[in-house]
Nanobody, 121 residues
């Protein structure tokens, strides 16, 4: 399994950014895909998840209504569209896959390398 996350950067408060995660080496329809983030000095936290079919999505309360998770099956890529960004959204964002339907990072078996998002006030 290989996951490559990209698209992070510096954005002003209230701005938008789209993260991408390209996957390969696994049977996509066996997995759900999730995004997590880790702020400096803090533990990794769940952000959002989606089934590969795209039929089920779930968000952390902190991002609900601002972030949208989606996928492009033809490109084997999934996305995290982030809007109305706040300084507290600053973190390294990771994509990961799991065969369960969970918010628990321990249940995700493979991880991308992370991409840094910095939101300035």
């Amino acid at each position: 399994v290989q996951l490559q996350a990209f698209g992070g950067g510096l954005v002003q408060e209230g701005g938008s950014l789209r993260l991408s995660c390209a996957g390969s080496g696994f049977r996509f329809d066996d997995y759900a895909i999730g995004w997590f983030r880790q702020a400096p000095g803090k533990e990794r936290k769940f952000v959002a998840r989606i089934t590969w079919s795209g039929g089920d999505k779930y968000y952390a309360d902190s991002v609900k209504g601002r972030f949208t998770i989606s996928r492009d099956m033809a490109k084997n890529t999934f996305y995290l569209q982030m809007s109305s960004l706040k300084p507290e959204d600053t973190a390294i964002y990771y994509c990961a896959v799991t065969k369960s339907w969970s918010e628990n990072a321990d249940e995700y078996t493979d991880w991308g390398q992370g991409t840094l998002v910095t939101v300035s006030s």
